[in-house]
């Protein structure tokens, strides 16, 4: 259950920390992130369009404010815009933006219109499931991580999902998008750090 439930908490109970993930070896350093976060152009990129939102907290339930989120992804074929990777058997989307960055508000917010990606094969037998990469930056520290989705195709064999201390809190579940697009996803990714 990714969305962490935020309730009135005595000053000795600490929510469980955003497990760490590797960065992974398409993290996109040779664009600049886009601000507007809406990574699909405008809902012409392919796929089915998820809208992503949560909180940055930090272990005591406070609010992050000012914290830079960063995400990028594959596309809804499976594929990433970047030079490294070979899955030519997926096709690009040029209409798809696979990398944005925003601040998160008063309230520790955040929110991304995006696509769901696919899963891609990451050697000869091995496949990595559907996922969002973050990279969390606020004032005291800095956590990479990864979102996952329920019931991926993959997720029980995958090394680095499997690596997490509480895989759970890694582990999403869209819902319907009501009054979005046709097909459109929500999801809720809540993320805690130490201090903020």
């Given amino acids: 259950m990714a969305d962490v439930a935020i309730a009135e908490k005595s000053a000795t109970t600490k929510l469980p920390r955003t497990p760490p993930q590797i960065l ?7 664009h600049t992130p886009i601000e507007t976060c809406d990574l699909t152009g405008g809902g012409k990129a392919q796929g089915t369009v998820l809208y992503l939102s949560g909180r940055v907290l930090a272990d ?13 992804q594959a596309n809804a074929a499976g594929r990433y815009a970047h030079p490294n990777d070979d899955n030519l058997a997926a096709p690009l989307d ?6 944005a960055v925003t601040t998160t508000d008063g309230q520790g ?24 990469h973050f990279s969390v930056t606020a004032k005291y ?28 809190l890694l582990i999403t579940d ?23």
């Fill in 60 to 72: 005591n339930g406070q609010p992050v404010a000012g914290a830079k989120v960063e995400i990028w």
């Fill in 141 to 168: 520290e800095q956590l990479v991580t990864q979102m996952y989705f329920k019931g991926g195709e993959w997720n029980d064999t995958d090394s680095w999902l499997n690596s997490a201390s509480r895989k759970d």
């Fill in 24 to 30: 992974g070896p398409f993290y996109p350093f040779m």
């Fill in 174 to 196: 869209p819902t319907p998008a009501i009054g979005k697009e046709p097909n459109a996803q929500e999801v809720t990714f809540d993320i805690v750090l130490t201090r903020g």
């Fill in 94 to 99: 040029e209409k798809f933006n696979g990398f």
């Fill in 109 to 132: 917010r955040y929110a991304f219109k995006t696509v769901r990606p696919a899963a891609y094969p990451a050697a000869p037998g091995r496949w990595r499931p559907a996922h969002i």
